[in-house]
């Protein structure tokens, strides 16, 4: 399966975007599909995941809300009331790993996609 990210862009604070990822070659319904991101300077950070529930990092939870379609192979990450610390590179992964949405570790994620930039700015 290959990953796709789209989405990304410049918003205001406060403002909204919804990131979709897309697979191809196989059906996302056995995959557990997590976003991550990675602001300049700083470390790659985990961001939300979806499986049989959804999981968020603190500092996104009540802003962000993940879903998908399994009719279209996709995931989106809904991301509302943008700060400017929301800034940075958006990607998407896939798990076959039963806990990869509640360890939510880096090396239990085997298929990446490419990153979308999100910037908040005024």
């Known amino acids: 399966v290959q990953l796709q990210a789209f989405g990304g862009g410049l918003v205001q604070p406060g403002n909204s975007l919804r990131l979709s990822c897309v697979a191809s070659?196989?059906?996302?319904?056995?995959?557990?599909i997590g976003w991550f991101r990675q602001a300049p300077g700083k470390e790659r950070e985990w961001v939300s995941c979806?499986?049989?529930?959804?999981y968020y990092a603190d500092s996104v939870k009540g802003r962000f809300t993940i879903s998908r379609d399994n009719a279209k192979n996709t995931v989106f990450l809904q991301a509302n009331s943008l700060k400017p610390e929301d800034t940075a590179i958006y990607y998407c992964?896939?798990?076959?790993?039963?806990?990869?949405?509640?360890?939510?570790?880096?090396?239990?994620?085997?298929?990446w996609g490419q990153g979308t930039l999100v910037t908040v700015s005024s």
């Open positions: 070659g196989s059906t996302l319904d056995d995959y557990a």
């Open positions: 979806i499986r049989s529930g959804t």
């Open positions: 992964a896939a798990s076959r790993i039963l806990r990869a949405c509640r360890d939510h570790r880096e090396n239990q994620f085997h298929l």
